[in-house]
Nanobody, 117 residues
């Protein structure tokens, strides 16, 4: 099973940018589709973006489409989330997830993103 460790979170002003990274280890990275989710205080965890194992196919939540970009570097076993034009409502703990099939089976510990107005 792959283990996931996120990094890159922090405090940023509205309109700013952050890039999250998720490093995978202990498995064959190219066997997994990868995704980013987030959970704001008092809310359920929600889907943000996903990318296929090859990196060819991507999908985004409507709330981030056009502002966030998911990518992966299979040589580095890492998936990224470039977040631009950040808004206060993007404040959440961001989680990386991996799936060999349909179900998201592996999760990282999360990284906090705080956007100030």
């Amino acid at each position: 099973q792959v283990q996931l460790v996120e990094s890159g979170g922090g405090l940023v002003q509205a309109g700013g940018s952050l890039r999250l990274s998720c490093a995978a280890s202990g498995g064959t990275f190219t066997n997994y589709g990868m995704g980013w989710f987030r959970q704001a205080p008092g809310k359920d965890r929600e889907f943000v973006a996903r990318i296929s194992s090859s990196g060819v196919a991507t999908s985004y939540a409507g709330s981030v489409k056009g502002r966030f970009t998911i990518s992966r570097d299979n040589a580095k076993n890492t998936v990224y989330l470039q977040m631009n034009s950040l808004k206060p409502e993007d404040t959440a703990v961001y989680y990386c997830a991996a799936r060999p099939g349909i179900e998201w089976l592996q999760w990282g510990q999360g990284t906090q993103v705080t956007v100030s107005s």
